[in-house]
């Protein structure tokens, strides 16, 4: 019995590292099992239809139509299109450009095509008020086989394991233990379509559901009833996850409302902070009867696609500048003022809700695509200035940054009052030791507010140092599969939602994991897919649906 007891407090650990193994060798064999293809594209040059942004691509299959019908591969409202105006085909692996009997015609670099001819990248074609640039490029193919079956078990198989060993520690009802199992199945089974699907990176849902896992696990260890709410949070979010995989056929054209998102954003930080509530200290929830959600959570996404959108629109000039301050060239105010209003509007109603986490990420993640699409350093120097401005007016407004700050450089100084938490948090990263006491055997009840933003120092108790290292990893991972999407995109926007998707995962990890380790002042947001919190997990299933969606152009 004793040998019982020991193996299912160490179960998921074990399940963990094994599937760290089929995951490295997966990861080897996906690497050996890539090709090389041309792939080729029409990228807008110049539009005077006002649906067609410049910039805009469409890959071209073996057979394109193209015209004023919605019903064609490419489809251009515009008056002087006809309903079916021109064909690009593949004939003999060459691409051949035809009109289709339009009545204004179609141009191949100037002159008017009279029959099938051939194009070569950089050719230029005029349809109706659009040009077109022919373009290919060579892209990297993963031929996704057969040996990947595994891995779709392991996060239904991490949950059903830990409820077992909850269950058979009389953590759980049978009530608790059959939603938690109803939940392990669902997860397998979302994890299978991932793989099957055969479109898409499978291991951003894959690692998003070992996450979610132990969320949930010790989430029911806590307390069954907050496993029990987040369980239901867990079944939305990933219902989210694949409506957005299925429904947001075209993720290009979010740029098209990059400032309705904007505005939507703000709009709801505003009614935050008219019609909120609080809660710790921050005004950063509404309420709708019994139903409460935190609108800093999807402003957050709003804020990757607006962002994403205005900086590919406005690459060059944010680059280059156009008019002379000093040493230094900057754009002009009509480039950058929408950009700089829109982000330090956000900023200053978080700051007005004194939800000053969540602005440091927003600052952070501002900052980090900024950085990314120009690769001025000045940019990023300037943004520090501001940050480190910002905080000192931050800590002297407002006592509870002073008191958190005063925590973080000496919580001992506070062990009976504001740094009993974080004192608290370090005895159970410590104490945990290389495997920790094991499922169960730690003391949640030692480490306020344990569930959401301190789950971390219960996972070191519990699982020691291999746990938190292995979820660690998976964080990683996750990041590298995101930004690896972001490198191979070829197209602008999609590039920079990729990478913000993934930055954003990234810096909200980094700033919960550091400040519950005390190497930054702690902070206040959910560890992604950890936590408690159905805000939080639906939002940021939402993002990941995104790049997923992202990664099938791969």
């Excluded at 019903?71 to 006809?82: A, F, M, N, Q, R």
Aim: glycine share 12%; with cysteine.
């Amino acid at each position: 019995m004793l040998w019982i007891i020991l193996a299912l407090r160490y179960v998921v650990i074990m399940l963990l590292y094994i599937f760290f193994i089929d995951l490295l060798l997966h990861l080897k064999r996906r690497a050996g099992n890539k090709e090389i293809y041309p792939k080729h594209s029409l990228a807008v040059l110049a539009s005077g239809c006002f649906s067609v942004n410049v910039g805009r691509k469409w890959d071209i299959e073996n057979e394109t139509v193209i015209g004023r019908d919605p019903g064609c591969s490419i489809s251009i409202p515009d008056p002087y299109v006809s309903s079916r105006h021109a064909r690009l085909f593949k004939v003999n692996g060459i691409y051949m450009a035809e009109d289709l009997g339009s009545s204004n015609g179609t141009f191949l670099n100037g002159k008017r095509l009279v029959g099938p001819t051939p194009v070569k990248p950089g050719d230029r074609l005029r349809i109706g008020h659009v040009v077109f640039e022919f373009n290919s490029s060579l892209r990297i193919r993963e031929n996704r086989g057969r040996g990947i079956s595994s891995l779709f078990l392991y996060p239904g198989l991490i949950l059903a394991a830990g409820g077992v060993a909850l269950y058979f520690n009389r953590f759980l009802t049978p009530h608790h233990f059959a939603v938690l199992l109803s939940v392990a199945l669902f997860l397998s089974i979302s994890s299978l379509l991932s793989f099957i699907k055969g479109r898409g990176d499978p291991l951003i849902f894959l690692l998003i559901g070992i996450l979610s896992s132990l969320g949930l696990i010790f989430l029911y260890r806590i307390n069954p009833a907050f496993g029990l709410r987040q369980s239901y949070w867990v079944l939305t979010g990933i219902t989210a996850f694949w409506i957005t995989r299925i429904f947001l056929r075209h993720y290009e054209r979010l740029t098209e409302y990059k400032y309705l998102f904007m505005a939507l954003g703000v709009l709801f930080l505003l009614l935050t902070i008219l019609l909120g509530t609080e809660a710790g200290g921050a005004r950063s929830w509404l309420s709708l009867g019994s139903f409460r959600f935190q609108p800093s959570e999807l402003v957050k996404i709003f804020m990757v696609i607006f962002l994403a959108g205005y900086l590919d629109e406005n690459r060059e000039i944010l680059t280059r500048g156009t008019r002379k301050l000093g040493p230094f060239l900057v754009p002009d105010w009509p480039y950058l003022g929408p950009l700089l209003a829109a982000c330090g509007l956000s900023l200053l109603l978080l700051v007005f809700q004194r939800d000053l986490g969540m602005a440091f990420l927003f600052f952070a993640i501002f900052l980090t695509m900024v950085y990314a699409v120009t690769g001025r350093l000045s940019y990023l120097l300037s943004g520090v200035l501001l940050f480190a401005a910002g905080a000192w007016l931050m800590f002297l407004i407002f006592p509870h940054v002073q008191e958190r700050i005063a925590v973080y450089l000496n919580p001992w100084e506070f062990s009976d009052s504001g740094g009993y938490q974080i004192i608290q948090s370090l005895f159970a990263l410590g104490g945990g030791g290389v495997l920790g006491w094991g499922l169960g055997s730690g003391f949640p009840e030692l480490i306020p507010a344990v569930h959401t933003d301190f789950i971390f120092p219960l996972l070191g108790e519990e699982l020691g140092l291999a746990g938190t290292l292995g979820i660690v990893f998976i964080y990683a991972v996750l990041i590298w599969r995101g930004l690896q999407i972001a490198l191979v995109n070829p197209e602008g926007f999609g590039r920079l939602l990729a990478f913000g998707c993934s930055s954003l995962l990234a810096l909200q990890a980094l700033i919960i994991l550091g400040g519950v380790t005390n190497l930054i002042p702690l902070t206040g947001i959910p560890l992604p897919f950890l936590s408690y919190g159905g805000s939080s997990f639906v939002s940021n299933c939402f993002l990941f649906g995104i790049l997923t969606k992202i990664s099938e152009g791969e």
